[in-house]
């Protein structure tokens, strides 16, 4: 896997400043040596034993392992310890204590990619989704998308389709809905070759001018995006090459 120049690898945690998002890029193919799975708690392990398919069990225990060595490391507390809690439709939050703001994160998965979004701007969601894909993206634009986002992806093409999903996607998981609110409930413009704007978002979601969002560039074939409910400052990029310290 070869990533964006633009991802920073790191070996040490950069501090978090107040507007900034951190996103984690990691390969886990079968060579990475990302991340250990014994940080995770007897819950997590059970809900990997109850995930069938083998794929999604592995993506599961590593995306878990990898988001609570993160979170430790901004915390300083030990991998085991971070506290991950679902909210109702599965969204992770970090329950802390005495740490205002506090930290939200986000993960997502597609083939060997992982990323991990952590920043204290507010709710941020992640998605990235391989462009790889043999998909019948009209087919499914016209299905899930709205009328404007739809058209545009039969004049734009491939690249069109996957940047507005990843974008809606991040959206929904930075609300903590994910794909429990359709796709057209929030509504992105897209020309050209420009990042997407996004146009409409729910009542309950607040306004357009509440949210922040990003393209986000991992590896070729990969489209991605962040939203954070709330105005950032900026988005690092990261790979981890320190240690992985699990207790
Ligand atoms: C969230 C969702 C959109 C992710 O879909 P996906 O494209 O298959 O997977 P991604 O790799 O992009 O993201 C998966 C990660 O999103 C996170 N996630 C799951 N549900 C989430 C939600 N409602 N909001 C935000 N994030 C969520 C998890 O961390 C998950 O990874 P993990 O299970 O390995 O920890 C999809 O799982 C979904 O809509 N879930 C809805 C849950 C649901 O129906 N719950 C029933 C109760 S109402």
């Known amino acids: 896997m070869t990533f964006d120049d633009s991802w920073r690898a ?29 940080v995770l708690s007897s819950e997590e392990r059970a809900q990997a034993t109850r995930m069938l398919a083998p794929g999604r069990r592995d993506a599961f225990v590593r ?3 990898a988001l609570r060595l993160l979170v430790g490391m901004y915390l300083d507390i030990p991998a085991a310890r971070v506290a991950v809690r679902l909210l109702e439709k599965g969204k992770p939050v970090i329950d802390q204590s005495g740490e205002a703001p506090p930290l939200s994160v986000s993960v997502a998965h597609s083939g060997s990619v992982l990323a991990v979004a ?18 019948d993206r009209i ?3 016209r299905r899930f998308f709205t009328e404007a986002e739809s058209a545009s992806v039969e004049s734009l093409g491939e690249s069109a389709f996957f940047a507005l999903w990843a974008h ?28 997407p704007k996004l146009r409409r978002v729910p009542p309950s ?21 962040i939203a954070v409910r709330g105005g950032i400052s900026s ?9 992985l310290v699990s207790s």
């Open 139 to 141: 087919a499914i634009a």
């Open 63 to 65: 995306g878990r392992s």
């Open 118 to 135: 952590v920043t204290r701007a507010g709710d941020v969601g992640v998605d990235v989704e391989n462009e790889a894909r043999t998909v």
């Open 168 to 195: 809606k996607e991040a959206m929904l998981k930075a609300a903590g809905d994910g794909l429990t609110v359709p796709l057209s409930e929030v509504e992105f413009r897209i020309d050209g070759r420009a990042a």
């Open 10 to 38: 790191v070996s040490v945690v950069p501090p978090l400043g107040a507007g900034e998002v951190h996103v984690w890029c990691e390969d886990l193919s079968a060579a990475s040596p990302w991340p250990p799975a014994d």
């Open 235 to 243: 988005v690092h990029c990261l790979r981890w090459t320190g240690a």
């Open 205 to 225: 979601y607040g306004t357009v001018g509440d949210w922040t969002t990003r393209p986000l560039a991992t590896a070729p074939s990969m489209a991605g995006a």
